[in-house]
Structures are given as C-alpha cells and as structure tokens.
C-alpha cells in the first residue's frame, strides 16, 4: 500500500517537471522565434534604486521609527541619534557668544574713552604751544603735552583693534553656534524620497561611526529591469528609445518603459577578445526603466525581485507587434 502511494506521488512528480519544461520551452520559442525583426528581449527583475539613510556623525542611536516593508514620505523622520552631548556643546557655545558681545561692548567704551582722552590731549597741548609763545610755561611741559597727545593716540588705535578682535570673535562663536544647530538637526535621520524601507540595518542603542547605515530604503519611483544583450544587438540600441515590460506575475500586462542606460563594456568575456565568434558572445547590460509616472499611479504594489521580460526596438522605424502593445492595469 505505501509502495503504490509512493508511485503515485514520483508520478505526478514527473508530470509537473514536464509541465514546467514545456512551458519553459514554450516560453523560449515565444522569446527567440516569435519576436519580429528590429526587436530583442531578455529576462530579469524589476529592481529599484536603493538609498542608504546613514549618519552624518558618529554617535549613538536613540530611535528608529521605521520597520522593514513600512511606507515612508520623503522628509519623514526615520530615525533619531542621541544628542545629548551635542547639547551641551550648544549651551556652551551659546554662552560663549554672550560673553564675546560683552567684551566688544567693553572695547566700544574703551574706544569711546580712548577718544575723549585724545581730544583733552590736543586741546592741552594746543593751549600749551600758546603759553610757550607769551613764555608763561617751560619747553619741557610743551613736550609733555605733545607726548601725551601721541599716547592717546596710539590707546585708540589699541582700543580699535579691540573692538575689531571683538569682533571676529563673535564670528566664530556665532559660526559654532550654528554648526552645533546643524548638527543637531542631522541628528534626525529623514527619508531623502517616498519609497519603502528595504533593511533595518542597526538597533537602538548601537554606536555608529560617521556615515554608519541605518536604514536603506527603495525609491519606488526609480524602477527598472537589467538585462543582457549581445554585441549584434546591443549596438543598436538607443538610450531613450521605447521598450516593453512584461512581468511573470501578471502576463496579461505590458508595462511601457524606455531604455535609460547602456553599458560601456561588456561583462562575462575574457581580457582580451580576438575571434569573431568570440565578441558575439559579449553581454552588455541594458537597463530599462519603467515610466515613472505609471510607477506613481500603482507605487503601492510595486514589488522588486518580481521576474520578467523586458523587450527593446532595436529599429525605430518597426512597429511593435499586438502582443507588446501597452496593456495597463485597470
């Protein structure tokens, strides 16, 4: 009894393996022999740009707000980093500007006593050059008179590049003040577009250095399928020319796309090439992304991973057959 159970089941084994290997097959046929002239295709997945929300300084993380597959809006706050010491710098540095406007305070009222001291100084050896004319005081006090007079102008002169030190004084604290506001403000971690958290990359709590990865997270309106061309056709294909997305999920769909990126040099081939035969077997990647616009309309049930087919027009002037005209979903 188990032995005829056991047959049953290699059985119906086999006949999915077959199953599967038809349609593979099938599918090959459709790709290589079914294609009109002026087209190429390959298969792939629909991938997404990945951006890494990563910290801008070392320090340790307070909170993330984000799971893996959650919805975020560009700006969104998705985690956060202790500031703490941050803080403290800041109320440091805020006290430090205080103090700087108070000594530029103090030399502007130097400045200002510096001046009446060198006003009385010429008026008093003015009246003194007067007196040593009619003879009612010695030479001497005249010279005393003329040397307080260049005293008090050099105190103003000192008294000015106080003011000035001041000054600049107050520049740099103003400017640590505010690098200690930016760096509070990186402490929050915001996603830089709409897409989904791929990774969770770190835990509350954990110490990271300077561009320590937090989270990273799909940008959902960059989708695209890589795929391979040979060098026959790869060199007939044009950046910005129109291309179709089929995926293995829903066959009954043909996504609009447009090839946004060909590859410089092939991949997969040795050094140095020096057949003919050998350079048709150069791969180029071929990166063909789907309308952003579409993208946006159904973001929510965008899914990356997703296997598929992606068709190019390799001659403008060729129609696309029926079954590549744009099917969208309803």
Request: charged content about 30%; cysteine-free; overall charge positive.
């Amino acid at each position: 009894m188990q032995n005829s159970k056991t047959k049953k089941w290699i059985i119906a084994g086999l006949i999915l393996l077959v199953i599967l290997g038809v349609g593979l097959y099938a599918r090959k046929l459709i790709q290589n022999d079914s294609l009109p002239a002026g087209f190429a295709s390959g298969n792939g997945r629909i991938e997404a740009t990945e951006i890494d929300v990563a910290t801008k300084t070392a320090g340790r993380v307070m909170q993330i707000l984000a799971e893996e597959g959650d919805w975020v809006k560009a700006g969104q706050v998705l985690a956060r980093m202790d500031t703490e010491e941050t803080e403290s710098e800041l109320r440091e540095a805020e006290a430090d500007l205080r103090r700087v406007h108070e000594t530029k305070k103090y030399a502007q009222a130097i400045v200002r006593q510096r001046k009446s001291e060198l006003t009385l100084a010429r008026k008093e050896l003015a009246r003194s050059q007067q007196l040593v004319k009619q003879g009612h005081i010695s030479k001497e006090l005249l010279d005393q008179r003329d040397s307080s007079l260049h005293s008090a102008e050099a105190a103003l002169q000192a008294a000015k590049a106080q003011v000035v030190e001041a000054a600049a004084g107050i520049e740099a604290a103003e400017a640590r003040v505010q690098r200690l506001k930016v760096r509070l403000g990186d402490s929050e971690l915001v996603s830089p577009e709409d897409g989904r958290v791929l990774y969770r990359l770190a835990e509350p709590g954990e110490v990271l250095a300077a561009g320590g990865k937090v989270l990273t997270v799909l940008k959902l309106t960059d989708v695209y399928m890589s795929i391979f061309l040979p060098t026959s056709q790869a060199g007939r294909v044009i950046v910005g020319g129109e291309a179709r997305i089929i995926l293995d999920v829903r066959p009954d769909l043909v996504l609009p796309a447009k090839i946004s990126f060909v590859a410089p040099r092939a991949q997969f081939t040795p050094k140095e090439v020096e057949t003919h035969t050998e350079r048709e077997k150069l791969m180029f990647r071929i990166k063909v992304r789907i309308d952003p616009e579409l993208v946006k309309q159904h973001v929510e049930k965008v899914k990356t991973g997703v296997p598929g087919l992606a068709y190019v027009r390799l001659d403008q002037a060729s129609e696309w057959p029926d079954y590549l005209q744009v099917k969208l979903p309803q």
